[in-house]
């Protein structure tokens, strides 16, 4: 990815806030959605991102039908 320029916020969930974004991928302009992660020195930060990734993968996978050429960003 080149470049991703942020745009509002459209809203907040467990794991941190969700903006609106686009991003510049292999020469392509998108708009995307750019979830966040918050956590504070009481969290445990290993678990909490585990957590982010599960749910970013589950996402992914549910929404495979909708994708087609569509690259995962989600490692």
Known sequence: MKDLTFGETLGAGAFGTV?????????????????TLTFTEQDDF????????????VGWTISNRSRKGVRSCVH
Do not use: N
């Open 46 to 57: 290993e678990e909490k991102l585990e957590e982010f990734t599960q749910e970013a993968t």
């Open 19 to 35: 903006r609106q974004a686009t991003a510049l991928l292999d020469g392509v302009t998108t708009q995307v959605a750019v979830k």
